[in-house]
C-alpha cells in the first residue's frame, strides 16, 4: 500500500510543478492577505501624526498599540503571518480536492478502482498530495512575510525547534482538514457541487477563529465558537513559538494543549474521512 500511495502522490505533485497556473495563485493569495490585511486591519494606522507629536514618539505609541493589542507582537503582520497560512491551508485544502472530481469524470479514478490497489492508498494519496502542497505554500508564505516591510520579527532566542514546532502544529491542522476535503471530494460527482459546499464551508470557519484578530476581542457568543475552532488552536500553538520564542511554563503547557487538540482533530477526522472515502470509492 505505501508503493501506491507514493506512486499516486508522486504523479499528482508533478502535475501540480508542472502547471505554474496552479502554484502561482497559493503564492499570490500569501502576499494578497498579507499586504491587504497587514495594512488595512493594523490598528497603528489609525494613529496620524497632527504635527503635535514627534515622529519617534507617534512610533513608539504604534508600536505599543500594537504590543497591547496583539499578544505582545512587535508588529500586527507578526501576529498575522500564522493566521494567513492557516487561510492558506484551509483554502488550498478545499479546493485541492477539484483534482480528484477531474479524475473521476475523465475516468482515471474508475480505473485505479478496478486495478489491485488498495482503496486506501486513493484515499491517502490524494490527503499527502494536498498536505504537500500547502506546507509548501506555507513555507513561501513566511518567507514573504519576513522580507516584507514592517512584515514578520522573530524574536532573539527564535530557533530550529521552534520552526519544527511551528510547521508540527499546521502539518496537524492541515492532516485534519485534508482528511475531511479529500473524503468530500471523493464522494461529490461534480466541481459544482464541490465548490458550492466548501464555500459554505470555508468561510465560516476562517471567520469564527482568531486569524486576524485575538479571541479577546469579540462577543460572548462567538469567542464559544472560536475557542472550540482547530485553526485557533493552531493559530495560539503557532503564534505563542512566533512572537515569543522560547516558551515559559505556562506558554509551554498551552501549546501542548493546543498541539494535543490537534492530535485529537487529526484523528478524528481521519477516521471518519476514511469511512466516508471507503463508501465513494466504488467503480461505477
Known sequence: MLEETWALTARALRKWV?????????????????????????????????????ANILALIKSTLVQSSFSG?????????????????????AFGGIDLVLDRQLGYLNTLLTAPISRAAVY???????????????????????IIPNGL????????????????????LGLGLSFVFTALALSVRSIDSLVAIVNFLTLPLTF???AFFPLSSFPDWLKTIAEV????????????????????????????????????????????????????????
Not at 501576529?79 to 484551509?90: D, K, M, R, T
Not at 490537534?262 to 477516521?271: E, H, Q, R, T, Y
Open 18 to 54: 508542472r502547471n505554474p497556473a496552479s502554484v502561482v495563485p497559493g503564492l499570490v493569495t500569501g502576499i494578497f492577505y498579507l499586504a491587504l490585511f497587514g495594512s488595512s486591519f493594523n490598528p497603528a494606522n489609525f494613529l496620524t501624526s497632527s504635527g503635535q507629536i514627534p
Open 73 to 93: 507582537a512587535p508588529t500586527y503582520i507578526t501576529y498575522l503571518a500564522s493566521g494567513v497560512v492557516c487561510i492558506i491551508l484551509v483554502f488550498n485544502m
Open 124 to 146: 491517502l494519496s490524494g490527503v499527502l498530495q494536498n498536505l504537500v502542497k500547502v506546507l509548501l505554500l506555507a513555507v513561501l508564505t513566511l518567507v514573504i512575510a519576513l
Open 153 to 172: 520579527e522573530l524574536p532573539a532566542s527564535f530557533n530550529i525547534f521552534d520552526l519544527i514546532g511551528i510547521f508540527g502544529v499546521f502539518t496537524l
Open 208 to 210: 469564527t477563529s482568531n
Open 229 to 284: 475552532n482547530p485553526i485557533t488552536k493552531a493559530n495560539e500553538a503557532a503564534r505563542l513559538l512566533i512572537i515569543n520564542g522560547s516558551l515559559t511554563s505556562d506558554q509551554l503547557s498551552l501549546f501542548t494543549q493546543d498541539a494535543l487538540y490537534l492530535v485529537g482533530f487529526a484523528v478524528i477526522l481521519g477516521l471518519l474521512g476514511y469511512l466516508a472515502a471507503r463508501r465513494a470509492l466504488r467503480p461505477e
